[in-house]
């Protein structure tokens, strides 16, 4: 069955290059980004992982961590952190899962039951495990992405759906189309006029059930 929005995670554990552990306990309270990839030593893998390292600031502001995922062992994701780090220019604190036995891959719906790792593959023979799943504290499942081998995902665009899940998560409101942080918001219409003034004072009214206001505090 497809993992979909809203979805508790599997709770699996996990093996990776910083230990074991269980994919809801190593969540704890805060929110969670997994990123898989279908093989090490890759070239568009190498420069998205990378980037990921560089963000690790901007992870930490927002009590996120992050867990990459790739269908090969603890001894290559060691090695393969090394040009990681030379093509990002930062460290790569993270731990990444050795999926060798596609258990995490199946589970979360990025490959059939039947799929298998064949001697001598190559990416292809994983290629789907391409994914982008952002996870709340509540251990569910709340956006995924799913981009081909040849497109290198912007992890921008993961860290602005971040701060637009968790700005909504707490505040009852919605963003729009391109929004960044600071700009205005969407109220709900579920509200009437009466009540959304009541809660988020002045508001602009662009349709009848288009109504922005400023990003809650």
């Not at 298998?116 to 290629?127: E, I, M, S």
């Not at 391109?178 to 009214?205: C, H, R």
Request: overall charge negative; aromatic content about 8%; charged content about 25%.
């Amino acid at each position: 069955m497809a993992l979909r929005i809203n979805d508790e995670i599997p709770n699996l554990t996990v093996t990776t290059d910083q230990g074991s552990f269980a994919l809801h306990d190593w969540i704890g309270d805060g929110w969670a980004i997994i990123f898989s990839h279908p093989k090490d030593f890759t070239p568009v893998c190498t420069t998205e992982f990378g980037a990921v390292a560089q963000l690790a600031d901007e992870w930490a502001k927002r009590n996120t961590k992050v867990l990459g995922v790739s269908v090969d062992g603890v001894d290559e994701h060691v090695r393969w952190k090394a040009d990681i780090e030379t093509a990002g220019g930062a460290k790569a604190d993270f731990a990444i899962v050795a999926d060798n036995g596609l258990e995490l891959s199946k589970a979360f719906d990025m490959l059939p039951a039947e799929a298998y790792l064949p001697d001598g593959r190559t990416p292809n023979d994983t290629a789907t495990v391409r994914v982008v799943y952002i996870v709340g504290p509540d251990k569910k499942l709340k956006l995924s992405m799913t981009y081909p081998m040849t497109v290198g995902r912007n992890f921008a665009e993961v860290l602005r759906a971040l701060d637009a899940l968790q700005l909504t998560s707490g505040k009852g409101v919605a963003t729009p189309a391109n929004w960044q942080v600071g700009q205005d918001v969407i109220i709900p219409a579920t509200l009437s006029d009466d009540d959304a003034k009541a809660k988020f004072g002045d508001f602009k009214k662009v349709l009848p059930y288009l109504r922005t206001t400023k990003q809650p505090a």
